[in-house]
């Protein structure tokens, strides 16, 4: 899978990862850099994934021999509308077939990404076509079923069995048997396959007089059209022109094949995000591999121009690749084949900030047509994500900053009312908990996000101590500023040693640029109250407006980075999945 993060000790990273050392946090990898990948276009984990198909107990629609079956795959998008993906072969008179055509797919984690499988008995004036060409409308169909990617690669064999029913209806209980199809997901090879790189530069020149050069490398690939797609980056190196950098991974799936050509550029680090182009140099896998045999480096190129025409100038600066090796690493879905889930925890703000829930202008308002606010869309957007990854669907639900009937405020209360235990099923259960709590407690503050912080903590460490293989996700929805901010911060210094991820969405129009501090993307790791920093950036926020635009979810880009997070925990424990 590929991607880039920031690690820990050793260089045993993440595919498409930096390394970053455990004996001196400071010196991690600095995620202010990753902004500048995201407005480059880079995207969070992928894996490509293999699907082969199988049916049996098909119905007999022919009258002289078995039915003649293939399957079409499709993608169903959020509007309902179906895109082909591909075909299998016609298995010739078979109830049961094994078909060998396999197709692959995009796995995307962030994404609920929804198929449809059609079977139809091809008619035998058209077993000679090429299925391409076949009109479907012209074959007898045999039935379909529906599924979630995530619901087959979670579980364990990667293997799912679905009932095939009727064209566009759920199958009745006493209906027809249409038969059973069966999908098994395999991830690619080229997913798993990662060339660890060090990289040196010599002799790199000042870009700015008066002012220290803090270089980092970024990796792209070059696509069709001649753009450039990053894929990787080192961390940045303060004030240095001969630096050495901690391994990186790059992922041969994601850069294509090791003859794909790449770019490697060297830019001073700014804060702003404006970072200057110290020089760069386009190489293929292959020929880093000769630049590391030969070990003499490569000179780094600057276009300058000159007119109208701009043309590369030689710098006496030299990229030096001093460590190239192949190796295969578990990967995300390793983890999940090996019995680890993600499960998925919900903390929301009742601050009366949000105003009065009966009233329409109130963030908490709940409109009758069935129009979903801020907070039951941010639940949903995460929920439906996260429950495949949760065997029992059951989900930590809390709210804060509220007076429930007959009590002081609450900064950290059970949201389906229990005073025992704070579970509740599956996401319809979060959204009608939310929806009862609004009936039953009275908005007050001040906004605490310490005490949950913490509770959410002592779930993961519990689960560590009785050996468990979970991975939690807390998502924190609210409308306003921290109150708490160091408390908030030694709660999640503290929590970075567990196998916790926050998400905070700010919902309405607040400013949140202060809590901006508690997401480690702007380069600075968090630093507790007694000088202890945090081991990893485990907090990613996004102020919920940036969703409404209606195009890719920032939600989802939020959770693009999960999966990183996930392994950056297991591979700083040495945790390996029992395959």
Same mark, same amino acid.
């Given at each position: 899978?590929?991607?880039?993060?920031?690690? #820990?000790?050793?260089?045993?990273?993440? %595919?498409?990862?930096?390394?970053?050392?455990?004996?001196?946090?400071?010196?991690?990898?600095?995620?202010?850099?990753?902004?500048?990948?995201?407005?480059?276009?880079? +995207?969070?984990?992928?894996?490509?994934?293999?699907?082969?198909?199988?049916?049996?107990?098909?119905?007999?629609?022919?009258?002289?021999?078995?039915?003649?079956?293939?399957?079409?795959?499709?993608?169903?998008?959020?509007?309902?509308?179906?895109?082909?993906?591909?075909?299998?072969?016609? =298995?010739?008179?078979?109830?049961?077939?094994?078909?060998?055509?396999?197709?692959? %797919?995009?796995?995307?984690?962030?994404?609920?990404?929804?198929?449809?499988?059609?079977?139809?008995?091809?008619?035998?004036?058209?077993?000679?076509?090429?299925?391409?060409?076949?009109?479907?409308?012209?074959?007898?169909?045999?039935?379909?079923?529906?599924?979630?990617?995530?619901?087959?690669?979670?579980?364990?064999?990667?293997?799912?069995?679905?009932?095939?029913?009727?064209?566009?209806?759920?199958?009745?209980?006493?209906?027809?048997?249409?038969?059973?199809?069966?999908?098994?997901?395999?991830?690619?090879?080229?997913?798993?396959?990662?060339?660890?790189?060090?990289? *040196?530069?010599?002799?790199?020149?000042?870009? =700015?007089?008066?002012? *220290?050069?803090?270089?980092?490398?970024?990796?792209?690939?070059?696509?069709?059209?001649?753009?450039?797609?990053?894929?990787?980056?080192?961390?940045?190196?303060?004030?240095?022109?001969?630096?050495?950098?901690?391994?990186?991974?790059?992922?041969?799936?994601?850069?294509?094949?090791?003859?794909?050509?790449? #770019? %490697?550029?060297?830019?001073?680090?700014?804060?702003?995000?404006?970072?200057?182009?110290?020089?760069?140099?386009?190489?293929?896998?292959?020929?880093?591999? *000769?630049?590391?045999?030969?070990?003499?480096?490569?000179?780094?190129?600057?276009?300058?121009?000159?007119? +109208?025409?701009?043309?590369?100038?030689?710098?006496?600066?030299?990229?030096?690749?001093?460590?190239?090796?192949?190796?295969?690493?578990?990967?995300?879905?390793?983890?999940?084949?090996?019995?680890?889930?993600?499960?998925?925890?919900?903390?929301?703000?009742?601050?009366?900030?949000?105003?009065?829930?009966?009233?329409?202008?109130?963030?908490?308002?709940?409109?009758?047509?069935?129009?979903?606010?801020?907070?039951?869309?941010?639940?949903?957007?995460?929920?439906?994500?996260?429950?495949?990854?949760?065997?029992?669907?059951?989900?930590?639900?809390?709210?804060?900053?509220?007076?429930? %009937?007959?009590?002081? #405020?609450? +900064?950290?209360?059970?949201?389906?009312?229990?005073?025992?235990?704070?579970?509740?099923?599956?996401?319809?259960?979060?959204?009608?908990?939310?929806?009862?709590?609004?009936?039953?407690?009275?908005?007050?503050?001040?906004?605490?996000?310490?005490?949950?912080?913490?509770?959410?903590?002592?779930?993961?460490?519990?689960?560590?101590?009785?050996?468990?293989?979970?991975?939690?996700?807390?998502?924190?929805?609210?409308?306003?500023?921290?109150?708490?901010?160091?408390?908030?911060?030694?709660?999640?210094?503290?929590?970075?040693?567990?196998?916790?991820?926050?998400?905070? $969405?700010?919902?309405?129009?607040?400013?949140?640029?202060?809590?901006? =501090?508690?997401?480690?993307? *702007?380069?600075?790791?968090?630093?507790?109250?007694?000088?202890?920093?945090?081991?990893?950036?485990?907090?990613?926020?996004?102020?919920?407006?940036?969703?409404?635009?209606?195009?890719?979810? $920032?939600?989802?880009?939020?959770?693009?980075?999960?999966?990183?997070?996930?392994?950056?925990?297991?591979?700083?424990?040495?945790?390996?999945?029992?395959?």
């Amino acid at each position: 899978m590929g991607n880039c993060c920031s690690d #820990v000790a050793g260089g045993r990273t993440a %595919i498409g990862g930096t390394a970053a050392d455990l004996r001196n946090p400071g010196d991690a990898g600095n995620d202010a850099v990753d902004n500048f990948l995201r407005s480059r276009g880079y +995207h969070g984990l992928y894996s490509q994934i293999e699907l082969s198909f199988s049916a049996s107990g098909l119905r007999d629609r022919d009258v002289l021999s078995k039915s003649d079956p293939i399957m079409v795959l499709y993608a169903k998008g959020k509007t309902g509308v179906l895109e082909e993906l591909g075909r299998t072969e016609v =298995v010739l008179n078979s109830l049961s077939p094994a078909w060998i055509t396999k197709h692959t %797919i995009m796995y995307h984690f962030e994404l609920v990404q929804v198929l449809v499988f059609r079977v139809y008995d091809v008619d035998t004036q058209f077993h000679n076509a090429n299925v391409k060409m076949l009109k479907l409308e012209e074959q007898q169909f045999l039935g379909e079923a529906t599924c979630a990617l995530s619901e087959i690669i979670t579980k364990v064999d990667r293997s799912l069995t679905l009932d095939l029913h009727g064209e566009n209806s759920m199958r009745p209980p006493n209906s027809q048997n249409c038969g059973k199809l069966s999908v098994h997901a395999e991830e690619c090879i080229t997913s798993k396959t990662a060339i660890e790189i060090i990289f *040196r530069c010599s002799d790199l020149e000042y870009r =700015v007089l008066f002012s *220290r050069s803090d270089p980092f490398l970024l990796i792209s690939k070059v696509v069709e059209g001649g753009a450039h797609i990053p894929i990787c980056k080192t961390e940045v190196i303060k004030n240095d022109l001969n630096p050495a950098w901690k391994p990186v991974f790059l992922n041969i799936q994601q850069v294509g094949s090791k003859e794909s050509p790449l #770019v %490697i550029e060297c830019y001073n680090f700014n804060s702003n995000g404006k970072h200057d182009l110290m020089g760069k140099v386009q190489k293929s896998l292959v020929d880093l591999e *000769r630049v590391h045999s030969g070990g003499q480096g490569e000179n780094l190129f600057l276009s300058t121009a000159v007119g +109208h025409n701009s043309h590369n100038k030689m710098l006496k600066s030299r990229l030096f690749v001093d460590k190239f090796s192949e190796s295969v690493q578990y990967t995300f879905l390793d983890y999940l084949a090996g019995g680890f889930e993600l499960n998925f925890m919900v903390a929301i703000d009742f601050t009366a900030s949000n105003g009065n829930p009966r009233l329409p202008d109130s963030l908490h308002y709940i409109d009758h047509s069935g129009r979903p606010n801020a907070y039951q869309r941010a639940i949903v957007e995460v929920g439906e994500v996260i429950q495949f990854y949760d065997s029992d669907k059951r989900f930590p639900t809390w709210g804060f900053g509220a007076r429930p %009937i007959d009590g002081p #405020v609450s +900064h950290c209360f059970n949201l389906n009312g229990s005073s025992h235990y704070c579970e509740v099923e599956g996401i319809q259960g979060i959204m009608m908990a939310y929806t009862s709590a609004l009936l039953n407690v009275s908005l007050a503050g001040p906004t605490l996000f310490g005490p949950v912080i913490s509770n959410a903590a002592l779930i993961a460490s519990q689960s560590v101590a009785a050996g468990g293989r979970k991975y939690f996700v807390l998502l924190i929805i609210t409308d306003g500023v921290v109150t708490d901010l160091q408390e908030t911060r030694d709660a999640i210094v503290k929590a970075s040693d567990l196998p916790l991820s926050i998400l905070i $969405v700010g919902v309405g129009g607040a400013d949140f640029k202060e809590m901006e =501090v508690l997401d480690g993307d *702007r380069g600075e790791k968090l630093e507790s109250s007694t000088g202890r920093v945090a081991t990893r950036d485990i907090v990613q926020f996004v102020p919920f407006r940036d969703v409404q635009s209606g195009e890719i979810s $920032v939600v989802q880009a939020l959770l693009a980075e999960l999966p990183t997070q996930f392994l950056t925990y297991m591979r700083s424990r040495n945790i390996q999945p029992s395959l």
